[in-house]
């Protein structure tokens, strides 16, 4: 399987991120080389390996029901640019 | 051509936990903005999700009461996204192994019990809120629900109606607010539905194309949006057209459902398991734990009133629609053991009644329990009629005492003397002498005429039955 300079577009709008037109074809190539390497992992028989989601053989650690956490709003909107009664602003999003 | 509808219903049901899916933030609704919102749930860099315990007991309760596979493994996924709610750019969701996985629910539509599958039912958070008004073509964020966790239940494709989603729907509720694991507030989004509707011709097995309803907050919308968007699938179809597969919103103050075309490109969530997370891994010991801390359920309750206190099928399934209302119910019978069936009445009709018009919970109802099987007793012993019990009840909804309070207070001691009851016929029959002289000439409709005069005369407390019976003494003494 390989991607096209169209693939590339696409899968970089979906992640938000500005690809410059000369690059397309240089992603296009190196991002299908990666997927030739997956390809040939998928050709290994893993016939009754169980699939594995976390290279570490351990579960999930829980915490308690409890709230350990206090209001920081202050704090934390220092960083935002633009903020009014409580609520971060953001460019509308909605049509 | 006839046509079938086919409903799937995907519900997102908020767990009630003190704290959030990943971090130890307040799930309270209602803070002021962004003031439950902690470096986690806002995705500040370096932090890292820790999961709630009770939050994973939730879920394996909902599965435990749908006879569910509970997954003693399943895996966090990252479901990519952007949105200003949603900080992190992805959600933490369950994508390809969910914790709960094939139960079932059976429904009751016009007393026919069907069976609706039930696919999976995944552990996520939820995303903020966006506000869209009055920021002068801004946007606000509170980021206060992200994060809160969810548990996403997805039926198969198995209700044929819309009558038979607002059933399964409705079931649904009251289960999740029997097992505590949700407070089923659809007005503040605790208990939210999106349905997956979609049209065939009867007797063809392929499905469809559907279409994906969003937005529909209560049981009404549910039942009024898919009838909308079956008929619209149905003369699109008819019309030549095809139905596309999409989102669409419904929109209640037109009733009507919209395209929401702009969300169509979107669609690829690109899932992959969230390395922060190791896979969840549930002890046999918790399952089990858990099982045993489970209340009795609404089937079982509901059969089991119906053989304890000879309850009809319908006064159990309205007595056990809550788990207040059946506690409330054991309550009053506690007190009262040998009124299950009157209680029932009192509590289906008159309490019921009151707690809608003031629109109360029964914790907050004025006439306990105990107050209620008071009266309740005072009716079967005869000290009152159920007529007058009436004016009591309003009495102690009142808080004017409790029913013996307020029989002594305003005299409402029903009138059982023979002869008292008989005087007051007599009393009757001679200041009616034109329906006495009536009713001797065969029109014996009059005879309910004289029943409310005594009723009447006696504001209501004599015993109806022993008025019928003494009247028809005295009448059957004067007819030719």
């Not at chain 2, 969810?150 to 009558?163: C, F, G, K, N």
């Not at chain 2, 619209?232 to 929401?260: A, C, F, H, P, W």
């Not at chain 2, 001797?440 to 019928?468: D, H, I, S, W």
């Amino acid at each position: 399987m390989s991607l096209d300079r169209a693939d590339v577009e696409r899968i970089a709008h979906l992640a938000r991120l500005e690809v410059d037109e000369q690059e397309l074809t240089a992603y296009a190539e190196t991002l299908s080389r990666i997927l030739g390497l997956i390809e040939q992992m998928n050709a290994v028989d893993t016939e009754g390996i169980a699939p594995m989601s976390h290279p570490l053989e351990a579960g999930l650690g829980f915490r308690a029901d409890e709230v350990t956490e206090f209001d920081q709003r202050e704090l934390f909107q220092v960083n935002a640019p633009s903020v009014q009664a409580g609520l971060y602003l953001v460019p509308k999003v909605i049509e | 051509m006839e046509w079938e509808t086919v409903v799937g219903l995907e519900v997102h049901v908020q767990l009630l936990t003190k704290s959030k899916l990943f971090s130890g933030s307040s799930t309270r609704f209602g803070a002021e903005p962004n003031t439950q919102a902690c470096g986690i749930d806002i995705a500040l860099p370096g932090v890292l999700p820790v999961m709630n315990r009770e939050a994973a007991r939730m879920a394996v309760k909902l599965g435990i009461a749908v006879g569910a596979t509970i997954n003693r493994r399943s895996v966090f996924a990252r479901k990519n996204y952007f949105y200003p709610d949603l900080p992190k750019g992805y959600q933490i969701s369950q994508y390809e192994l969910p914790i709960v996985q094939l139960g079932k629910l059976m429904i009751d539509v016009d007393g026919v019990p069907k069976k609706i599958g039930i696919t999976r039912a995944h552990l996520e958070e939820d995303a903020g809120k966006s506000l869209h008004e009055e920021f002068h073509g801004l946007t606000g964020i509170d980021l206060n629900r992200a994060g809160t966790p969810l548990l996403e239940i997805v039926s198969e494709p198995d209700m044929r109606s819309a009558r038979e989603a607002v059933a399964y729907l409705k079931k649904l509720h009251v289960l999740v607010r029997y097992l505590g694991i949700c407070d089923g507030n659809m007005q503040e989004g605790s208990f939210r539905c999106d349905a997956n509707v979609s049209v065939r011709p009867r007797g063809q097995h392929a499905f469809g194309t559907r279409a994906e309803l969003k937005n529909i907050n209560s049981f009404r919308f549910v039942e009024k949006a898919i009838e909308y968007e079956v008929a619209r699938q149905i003369e699109l179809i008819e019309g030549g057209g095809k139905v596309v597969q999409e989102t669409r919103l419904y929109d209640s103050v037109r009733n009507e459902t919209r395209s929401m075309r702009s969300k169509e490109e979107a669609h690829d969530y690109r899932y992959f398991p969230d390395p922060d997370l190791l896979p969840l891994q549930l002890a046999a010991g918790f399952i089990e734990e858990t099982a045993m801390s489970m209340p009795e359920l609404p089937n079982a309750k509901r059969e089991r009133f119906i053989q304890e206190y000879a309850l009809t099928a319908y006064d159990a399934e309205v007595l056990t629609s809550s788990r207040e209302m059946a506690d409330y119910y054991e309550a009053a019978v506690r007190a009262a053991p040998d009124h299950a069936k009157l209680t029932a009445n009192w509590i289906i009709g008159e309490f019921s009644g009151y707690l809608n018009r003031d629109n109360l919970e029964i914790a907050a109802a004025p006439v306990t329990a105990d107050m209620l099987a008071g009266l309740v007793r005072r009716i079967a012993d005869n000290t009152i009629s159920g007529k007058i019990a009436k004016e009591i009840f309003e009495a102690m909804w009142d808080r004017e005492g409790d029913a013996d309070a307020v029989i002594e207070k305003k005299g409402l001691r029903q009138i059982t003397d023979e002869s008292a009851i008989e005087r007051i016929i007599d009393d009757v029959l001679a200041k009616n002498p034109k329906q006495l002289e009536q009713y001797r000439c065969g029109q014996e409709k009059l005879f309910g005429f004289f029943v409310g005069q005594v009723m009447k005369a006696t504001q209501g407390k004599a015993n109806p039955a022993q008025v019928n019976d003494s009247l028809r003494k005295k009448l059957g003494g004067v007819l030719p």
